[in-house]
């Protein structure tokens, strides 16, 4: 079971090496814009996680650049998960606005988000 799931996980990121989105092309002026808006985001992930790997590419495609945090292994972003964010459960993305720190759960939640602030940008 442990190597089905380990093949699944390699042949998702294969798939997602192969057919990698191209990312939407702006001004450097408000891409510089955007940049400053996502530097507050951390995705905090599992590297084969289709959910994980889904969200990576929305955000490859939106063209945001996205810390991420690897919560399998390393423990010190696990332990974060899990006593800030309240479970380990992937993706998360921690927001931090002026001071505040938010954690959004859910792969189809942090995509709407991305793609809302695209578009706030
Ligand atoms: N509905 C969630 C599913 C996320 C999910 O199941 N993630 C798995 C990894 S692929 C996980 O974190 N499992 C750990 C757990 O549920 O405790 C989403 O779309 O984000």
């Excluded at 899990?82 to 931090?96: N, S, T």
Aim: proline share 2%; aromatic share 10%.
């Amino acid at each position: 079971m442990q190597f089905v799931r380990w093949f699944l996980g390699r042949l998702i990121l294969l798939f997602d090496f192969i057919f990698t989105p191209r990312s939407k092309k702006r001004a450097a002026e408000q891409q510089q814009k955007l940049d400053a808006m996502t530097a507050n985001l951390k995705l905090y992930q599992f590297k084969a996680c289709p959910f994980c790997v889904k969200v990576r590419r929305a955000a490859k495609r939106e063209g945001l650049k996205l810390e991420t945090r690897d919560a399998k292994n390393d423990e010190q972003y696990r332990q974060e998960l899990l006593e800030q964010g309240g479970k380990v459960k992937v993706p998360c993305l921690r927001i931090e606005e002026q001071g505040e720190v938010t954690w959004l759960y859910e792969s189809n939640d942090i995509v709407a988000y991305l793609e809302k602030l695209e578009k706030a940008a």
